[in-house]
C-alpha cells in the first residue's frame, strides 16, 4: 500500500465515496479531531495506571474509529458501507461510569485538572473530546449527522471525566477542588 498519493497536494481530500473536499472542511474538522482523540485514548491506555482497564479503552478506540467513519462519509452516500455506532455504545460507557462512580467520593465542587501526568493526560483526552463534539455539532448545523454521533461523543467526555477522577484515585493523588475567588 503507497503512503503518498499526491492527490491532497492542492489542499482537498476525498470523503469515503470519493467526493474531494477542502480539508478545511467542517467534516475533515470533526474526523480530524476525533482521529486526535484517538491517539490521546491511545495515550490513557499506555498509563501504567491504566492496565486494568486495557479492554475498555481498546473497545473506546474501536468506536472512535466507526465515529470517524461516519463523520468521513458524504451526506446521503448510502453505497459506502460502514460500521454503525449503536446505542448500546453510549449505554456501555455508562454502565462504566456508574461502576467507577461507586468508588469514588461525592463531587461537591469542580476539580482542577492535574495532580499527576498520566491524570492530566486524561483531561486532555476529555477537552479534545469536547472539541470533537463541537465541531461535529458545527457540522450538523449544514449537514446531517447522526445523533448517536453527538451522543457519544458527549458521553465519552464524561467517562474520561470519570476516569480522571477514578485515576487520581487510583494513584493517590490529590484532587483539588476549584474554591472560586469571591
Same mark, same amino acid.
Given at each position: 500500500?503507497?503512503?503518498?498519493?499526491?492527490?491532497?497536494?492542492?489542499?482537498?481530500?476525498?470523503?469515503?465515496?470519493?467526493?474531494?473536499?477542502?480539508?478545511?472542511?467542517?467534516?475533515?474538522?470533526?474526523?480530524?479531531?476525533?482521529?486526535?482523540? !484517538?491517539?490521546?485514548?491511545?495515550?490513557?491506555?499506555?498509563?501504567?495506571?491504566?492496565?486494568?482497564?486495557?479492554?475498555?479503552?481498546?473497545?473506546?478506540?474501536?468506536?472512535?474509529?466507526?465515529?470517524?467513519?461516519?463523520?468521513?462519509?458524504?451526506?446521503?452516500?448510502?453505497?459506502?458501507?460502514?460500521?454503525?455506532?449503536?446505542?448500546?455504545?453510549?449505554?456501555?460507557?455508562?454502565?462504566?461510569?456508574?461502576?467507577?462512580?461507586?468508588?469514588?467520593?461525592?463531587?461537591?465542587?469542580?476539580?482542577?485538572?492535574?495532580?499527576?501526568?498520566?491524570?492530566?493526560?486524561?483531561?486532555?483526552?476529555?477537552?479534545?473530546?469536547?472539541?470533537?463534539?463541537?465541531?461535529?455539532?458545527?457540522?450538523?448545523?449544514?449537514?446531517?449527522?447522526?445523533?448517536?454521533?453527538?451522543?457519544?461523543? !458527549?458521553?465519552?467526555?464524561?467517562?474520561?471525566?470519570?476516569?480522571?477522577?477514578?485515576?487520581?484515585?487510583?494513584?493517590?493523588? !490529590?484532587?483539588?477542588?476549584?474554591?472560586?475567588?469571591?
Amino acid at each position: 500500500m503507497k503512503i503518498y498519493t499526491k492527490t491532497g497536494d492542492q489542499g482537498t481530500t476525498a470523503l469515503f465515496g470519493g467526493k474531494r473536499v477542502s480539508k478545511a472542511h467542517d467534516r475533515i474538522n470533526a474526523y480530524g479531531t476525533v482521529d486526535e482523540l !484517538n491517539s490521546y485514548i491511545g495515550l490513557l491506555r499506555d498509563q501504567k495506571v491504566n492496565e486494568n482497564k486495557m479492554s475498555i479503552l481498546v473497545e473506546i478506540q474501536d468506536r472512535l474509529f466507526t465515529l470517524g467513519s461516519i463523520l468521513a462519509t458524504e451526506q446521503g452516500n448510502t453505497k459506502v458501507k460502514i460500521p454503525n455506532l449503536e446505542e448500546s455504545d453510549v449505554i456501555f460507557l455508562e454502565a462504566e461510569i456508574d461502576e467507577m462512580n461507586e468508588l469514588l467520593p461525592e463531587m461537591r465542587s469542580f476539580v482542577l485538572p492535574g495532580g499527576h501526568q498520566s491524570i492530566s493526560f486524561c483531561h486532555i483526552a476529555r477537552c479534545v473530546c469536547r472539541r470533537a463534539e463541537r465541531l461535529t455539532i458545527a457540522l450538523h448545523e449544514h449537514e446531517e449527522v447522526p445523533e448517536i454521533v453527538v451522543k457519544y461523543l !458527549n458521553r465519552l467526555s464524561d467517562y474520561l471525566f470519570v476516569l480522571s477522577r477514578m485515576m487520581t484515585k487510583e494513584l493517590d493523588a !490529590n484532587e483539588i477542588s476549584w474554591k472560586p475567588r469571591m
